[in-house]
């Protein structure tokens, strides 16, 4: 049985820090494509980060750019992702999910986590 248990979210003030993480079980982490979504309130849910289990590649949308970095220990079956100068429009859900294929632009993911509310105050 495959799980993905967020943890890490909270209360910051903009300008501010969290680093949010994402531990798996049952699973092969190693094989497995990470993605960290975000849904803020009204809003669809969107892909924030995603890294390939089978090249290192990583992606991270415009919007997050140079602000929020993803990262993974195959050893720990755990990704991250280090959010710094947080804003207010950051304020969402966010989501752990992992899929099987390569890709990292795909939407295709098999298996999401329940999610941690992160909340930037102005």
């Known amino acids: 049985q495959v799980q993905l248990v967020e943890s890490g979210g909270g209360l910051v003030q903009a300008g501010g820090s969290l680093r949010l993480s994402c531990a798996a079980s049952?699973?092969?982490?190693?094989?497995?494509?990470m993605g960290w979504f975000r849904q803020a309130q009204g809003k669809e849910r969107e892909l924030v980060a995603a890294t390939s289990w089978s090249n290192g590649i990583t992606y991270h949308a415009a919007s997050v750019k140079g602000r929020f970095t993803i990262s993974r220990d195959n050893a720990k079956n755990t990704v991250y992702l280090q959010m710094n100068s947080l804003k207010p429009e950051d304020t969402a859900i966010y989501y752990c999910?992992?899929?099987?294929?390569?890709?990292?632009?795909?939407?295709?993911?098999?298996?999401w986590g329940q999610g941690t509310q992160v909340t930037v105050s102005s």
């Open positions: 999910a992992a899929k099987a294929t390569s890709a990292v632009l795909t939407r295709d993911y098999d298996y």
């Open positions: 049952g699973l092969t982490f190693s094989r497995y494509t």
